[in-house]
Protein backbone atom coordinates (compact mmCIF):
# COMPACT_ATOMS: atom_id res chain seq x y z
CA UNK A 1 0.00 0.00 0.00
CA UNK A 2 1.27 3.22 -0.77
CA UNK A 3 0.62 6.56 1.56
CA UNK A 4 -0.66 8.98 -0.71
CA UNK A 5 0.00 12.24 0.75
CA UNK A 6 -1.98 15.84 -0.36
CA UNK A 7 -0.40 18.78 -1.00
CA UNK A 8 -0.90 21.51 1.76
CA UNK A 9 -0.55 24.73 -0.95
CA UNK A 10 -2.50 22.42 -3.76
CA UNK A 11 -4.85 21.87 -0.66
CA UNK A 12 -4.93 25.65 0.65
CA UNK A 13 -5.60 26.84 -3.27
CA UNK A 14 -8.71 24.55 -3.80
CA UNK A 15 -10.34 25.86 -1.17
CA UNK A 16 -9.53 29.24 -1.79
CA UNK A 17 -11.09 28.61 -5.45
CA UNK A 18 -13.93 27.22 -4.24
CA UNK A 19 -14.66 30.06 -1.92
CA UNK A 20 -13.92 31.94 -4.51
CA UNK A 21 -16.79 30.46 -6.57
CA UNK A 22 -19.31 30.19 -3.82
CA UNK A 23 -18.78 34.46 -3.17
CA UNK A 24 -19.50 34.95 -7.57
CA UNK A 25 -22.57 32.87 -6.66
CA UNK A 26 -22.44 29.37 -7.92
CA UNK A 27 -23.56 27.45 -5.43
CA UNK A 28 -23.43 24.04 -6.91
CA UNK A 29 -19.83 24.17 -4.67
CA UNK A 30 -21.51 23.17 -1.33
CA UNK A 31 -22.88 19.99 -2.66
CA UNK A 32 -20.91 17.55 -0.90
CA UNK A 33 -21.41 14.43 -3.34
CA UNK A 34 -19.67 16.28 -5.99
CA UNK A 35 -15.86 15.89 -6.92
CA UNK A 36 -13.27 18.79 -6.79
CA UNK A 37 -13.02 18.56 -11.05
CA UNK A 38 -16.97 18.44 -11.03
CA UNK A 39 -16.70 21.11 -8.94
CA UNK A 40 -14.31 23.30 -10.83
CA UNK A 41 -15.74 22.39 -14.49
CA UNK A 42 -18.92 23.62 -13.15
CA UNK A 43 -18.12 26.75 -11.76
CA UNK A 44 -15.42 27.56 -14.90
CA UNK A 45 -18.49 26.92 -17.20
CA UNK A 46 -20.44 28.87 -15.35
CA UNK A 47 -18.41 31.37 -14.87
CA UNK A 48 -17.88 31.64 -19.34
CA UNK A 49 -21.25 31.54 -19.52
CA UNK A 50 -22.13 34.28 -16.78
CA UNK A 51 -19.25 36.18 -19.61
CA UNK A 52 -21.49 36.09 -22.03
CA UNK A 53 -19.36 33.81 -23.42
CA UNK A 54 -20.87 30.18 -25.14
CA UNK A 55 -19.08 26.81 -24.07
CA UNK A 56 -20.86 23.34 -25.27
CA UNK A 57 -20.77 22.19 -21.87
CA UNK A 58 -23.80 20.06 -20.09
CA UNK A 59 -22.10 19.68 -16.93
CA UNK A 60 -25.34 18.76 -15.19
CA UNK A 61 -25.35 15.08 -17.20
CA UNK A 62 -21.57 14.82 -17.02
CA UNK A 63 -20.68 14.69 -13.71
CA UNK A 64 -18.14 11.81 -12.43
CA UNK A 65 -17.25 11.78 -16.34
CA UNK A 66 -14.40 8.86 -17.36
CA UNK A 67 -11.31 10.03 -18.03
CA UNK A 68 -11.71 11.03 -21.98
CA UNK A 69 -14.76 12.84 -21.58
CA UNK A 70 -13.15 15.00 -18.92
CA UNK A 71 -10.03 15.77 -20.91
CA UNK A 72 -12.95 16.67 -23.43
CA UNK A 73 -14.48 18.73 -21.38
CA UNK A 74 -11.36 20.69 -20.27
CA UNK A 75 -10.37 21.03 -23.88
CA UNK A 76 -13.03 23.00 -24.32
CA UNK A 77 -12.69 25.12 -21.49
CA UNK A 78 -9.22 26.07 -22.44
CA UNK A 79 -10.29 26.74 -26.17
CA UNK A 80 -13.08 29.21 -24.80
CA UNK A 81 -10.43 30.70 -22.18
CA UNK A 82 -8.30 31.48 -25.13
CA UNK A 83 -11.10 33.13 -27.35
CA UNK A 84 -11.67 35.38 -24.42
CA UNK A 85 -7.93 36.04 -24.06
CA UNK A 86 -7.59 35.00 -20.56
CA UNK A 87 -4.12 36.56 -19.21
CA UNK A 88 -3.30 33.35 -17.65
CA UNK A 89 -2.55 30.27 -19.51
CA UNK A 90 -3.33 26.71 -18.16
CA UNK A 91 -3.59 23.14 -20.14
CA UNK A 92 -6.17 20.93 -20.37
CA UNK A 93 -4.09 18.13 -17.87
CA UNK A 94 -3.72 20.80 -15.46
CA UNK A 95 -7.58 21.20 -14.95
CA UNK A 96 -8.25 17.37 -15.11
CA UNK A 97 -5.47 16.80 -12.59
CA UNK A 98 -6.68 18.94 -9.89
CA UNK A 99 -3.98 21.50 -10.81
CA UNK A 100 -5.29 24.24 -8.49
CA UNK A 101 -2.35 26.40 -8.15
CA UNK A 102 -2.71 26.98 -11.59
CA UNK A 103 -6.41 26.98 -11.61
CA UNK A 104 -6.94 29.35 -8.93
CA UNK A 105 -5.80 32.55 -11.01
CA UNK A 106 -7.74 31.55 -14.16
CA UNK A 107 -11.16 31.40 -11.60
CA UNK A 108 -9.99 34.42 -10.07
CA UNK A 109 -9.46 35.99 -13.11
CA UNK A 110 -12.90 34.88 -14.35
CA UNK A 111 -14.58 35.82 -11.53
CA UNK A 112 -12.94 39.60 -11.91
CA UNK A 113 -14.80 39.76 -15.34
CA UNK A 114 -17.93 37.98 -14.37
CA UNK A 115 -18.64 40.91 -11.47
CA UNK A 116 -17.67 43.13 -14.67
CA UNK A 117 -20.29 42.07 -16.88
CA UNK A 118 -22.92 42.29 -14.02
CA UNK A 119 -22.25 45.82 -13.44
CA UNK A 120 -22.14 46.58 -17.35
CA UNK A 121 -25.74 44.74 -17.39
CA UNK A 122 -27.07 46.62 -14.12
CA UNK A 123 -26.42 49.74 -16.07
CA UNK A 124 -27.98 48.72 -19.25
CA UNK A 125 -30.99 47.62 -17.52
CA UNK A 126 -31.26 51.14 -15.18
CA UNK A 127 -30.57 53.11 -18.80
CA UNK A 128 -33.15 50.99 -20.38
CA UNK A 129 -35.52 51.23 -17.41
CA UNK A 130 -35.34 54.88 -17.39
CA UNK A 131 -35.79 55.59 -21.29
CA UNK A 132 -38.91 53.55 -21.24
CA UNK A 133 -40.21 55.44 -18.08
CA UNK A 134 -39.21 58.36 -20.17
CA UNK A 135 -40.96 57.52 -22.69
CA UNK A 136 -44.55 56.33 -21.28
CA UNK A 137 -44.54 58.85 -18.51
CA UNK A 138 -42.71 61.94 -19.46
CA UNK A 139 -39.54 63.59 -18.01
CA UNK A 140 -38.94 62.81 -14.88
CA UNK A 141 -39.66 64.73 -11.68
CA UNK A 142 -37.14 67.10 -10.83
CA UNK A 143 -36.03 68.08 -7.17
CA UNK A 144 -38.45 71.37 -7.02
CA UNK A 145 -40.94 68.92 -8.63
CA UNK A 146 -40.27 66.43 -6.19
CA UNK A 147 -39.83 69.00 -3.37
CA UNK A 148 -43.55 70.55 -3.99
CA UNK A 149 -44.97 66.89 -4.21
CA UNK A 150 -43.89 66.34 -1.18
CA UNK A 151 -45.19 69.47 0.59
CA UNK A 152 -48.44 68.87 -1.20
CA UNK A 153 -48.49 65.27 0.67
CA UNK A 154 -47.83 67.42 3.92
CA UNK A 155 -50.79 69.41 3.66
CA UNK A 156 -53.04 66.95 2.63
CA UNK A 157 -52.06 64.48 5.51
CA UNK A 158 -52.24 67.29 8.45
CA UNK A 159 -55.65 68.99 6.30
CA UNK A 160 -57.32 65.26 6.68
CA UNK A 161 -56.35 64.07 9.71
CA UNK A 162 -58.31 62.75 12.74
CA UNK A 163 -60.41 65.69 14.17
CA UNK A 164 -62.44 65.34 17.47
CA UNK A 165 -66.08 65.84 17.56
CA UNK A 166 -66.95 64.91 20.44
CA UNK A 167 -65.80 65.15 23.99
CA UNK A 168 -66.34 62.28 26.76
CA UNK A 169 -67.35 63.87 30.06
CA UNK A 170 -65.71 60.99 32.21
CA UNK A 171 -62.31 60.78 33.00
CA UNK A 172 -59.93 58.65 30.77
CA UNK A 173 -57.26 58.36 33.66
CA UNK A 174 -58.58 55.71 35.65
CA UNK A 175 -57.73 52.16 35.32
CA UNK A 176 -59.83 49.65 33.32
CA UNK A 177 -60.00 46.42 34.98
CA UNK A 178 -61.92 44.29 32.37
CA UNK A 179 -62.43 43.35 28.83
CA UNK A 180 -65.87 45.48 29.01
CA UNK A 181 -64.67 48.88 30.17
CA UNK A 182 -61.46 48.70 27.67
CA UNK A 183 -64.14 47.63 24.52
CA UNK A 184 -66.52 50.66 25.53
CA UNK A 185 -63.00 52.88 25.62
CA UNK A 186 -61.98 51.73 22.70
CA UNK A 187 -65.74 52.45 21.25
CA UNK A 188 -66.31 55.61 22.41
CA UNK A 189 -62.77 56.67 21.34
CA UNK A 190 -63.87 55.69 17.88
CA UNK A 191 -67.26 57.92 18.48
CA UNK A 192 -65.35 61.24 19.71
CA UNK A 193 -63.19 61.03 16.76
CA UNK A 194 -66.67 60.66 14.09
CA UNK A 195 -65.75 56.62 13.49
CA UNK A 196 -68.97 55.61 14.27
CA UNK A 197 -69.44 53.64 11.08
CA UNK A 198 -67.06 51.03 12.21
CA UNK A 199 -69.10 49.95 14.70
CA UNK A 200 -71.73 50.10 12.29
CA UNK A 201 -70.54 48.10 9.72
CA UNK A 202 -70.06 45.25 12.24
CA UNK A 203 -73.97 45.15 13.32
CA UNK A 204 -74.93 42.67 10.41
CA UNK A 205 -78.63 44.77 10.82
CA UNK A 206 -78.04 44.02 14.55
CA UNK A 207 -79.80 47.81 16.19
CA UNK A 208 -77.72 47.02 19.52
CA UNK A 209 -74.30 48.83 18.16
CA UNK A 210 -76.44 51.67 17.24
CA UNK A 211 -78.11 51.66 20.51
CA UNK A 212 -74.42 51.70 21.94
CA UNK A 213 -73.38 54.70 19.82
CA UNK A 214 -76.51 56.70 20.89
CA UNK A 215 -76.07 55.96 24.94
CA UNK A 216 -71.83 57.39 24.29
CA UNK A 217 -73.37 60.21 22.50
CA UNK A 218 -75.59 61.66 24.94
CA UNK A 219 -72.42 61.16 27.33
CA UNK A 220 -70.16 63.23 25.76
CA UNK A 221 -70.16 67.17 24.74
CA UNK A 222 -69.89 68.56 21.27
CA UNK A 223 -66.59 69.56 20.48
CA UNK A 224 -67.94 72.82 18.64
CA UNK A 225 -70.17 74.03 21.10
CA UNK A 226 -67.24 73.74 23.35
CA UNK A 227 -64.78 75.72 21.27
CA UNK A 228 -67.79 78.54 21.31
CA UNK A 229 -68.40 78.52 24.78
CA UNK A 230 -64.22 78.98 25.44
CA UNK A 231 -64.55 81.48 22.43
CA UNK A 232 -67.21 84.05 24.15
CA UNK A 233 -65.92 83.32 27.48
CA UNK A 234 -62.54 84.64 26.36
CA UNK A 235 -63.83 87.52 24.85
CA UNK A 236 -66.27 88.37 27.95
CA UNK A 237 -62.95 88.10 29.77
CA UNK A 238 -61.14 90.79 27.42
CA UNK A 239 -64.55 93.24 27.01
CA UNK A 240 -64.91 92.84 31.04
CA UNK A 241 -63.55 96.30 31.90
CA UNK A 242 -65.96 97.51 29.03
CA UNK A 243 -68.87 96.01 30.09
CA UNK A 244 -68.08 97.56 33.46
CA UNK A 245 -67.66 101.19 32.50
CA UNK A 246 -71.23 100.20 30.30
CA UNK A 247 -73.08 99.11 33.20
CA UNK A 248 -71.62 102.17 35.31
CA UNK A 249 -73.58 104.60 32.63
CA UNK A 250 -76.73 103.08 32.40
CA UNK A 251 -76.92 102.66 36.36
CA UNK A 252 -75.99 106.53 36.56
CA UNK A 253 -78.43 107.28 34.13
CA UNK A 254 -81.13 105.59 35.79
CA UNK A 255 -80.46 106.89 38.91
CA UNK A 256 -80.18 110.41 37.52
CA UNK A 257 -83.94 109.80 35.76
CA UNK A 258 -84.84 108.64 39.05
CA UNK A 259 -83.76 112.62 40.51
CA UNK A 260 -85.48 113.98 38.03
CA UNK A 261 -89.21 112.18 38.58
CA UNK A 262 -88.73 112.71 42.26
CA UNK A 263 -88.10 116.01 41.80
CA UNK A 264 -90.84 116.55 39.02
CA UNK A 265 -93.34 114.98 41.72
CA UNK A 266 -92.62 117.51 44.09
Known amino acids: MFDVREDPEQKAKCDETMELLLAAGYF ?18 WSIQACNFAVDIDVLYQENAILGQKIALTERIVLVLSRMKCSHAIEPHQIQGG ?3 HIFPVV ?8 ERRAE ?27 SFKENVEDIRI ?27 IHSTL ?3 GQMHQLLDTSAGNEKPQQEVDALIKNMVDEKSKIATQIV ?28 IKEEGR
Open 121 to 147: IGDFNRAYALNQYDKQFGELIDETKLT
Open 28 to 45: RVRIKGLSDFDKVVGGLA
Open 233 to 260: NSLVNQQQDTLRGIIEDFEEKVNKKKKI
Open 159 to 185: RHRPKRRYRCLDSKKKRLNNIDERRKR
Open 99 to 101: DFI
Open 191 to 193: VEF
Open 108 to 115: QWLVKRVF
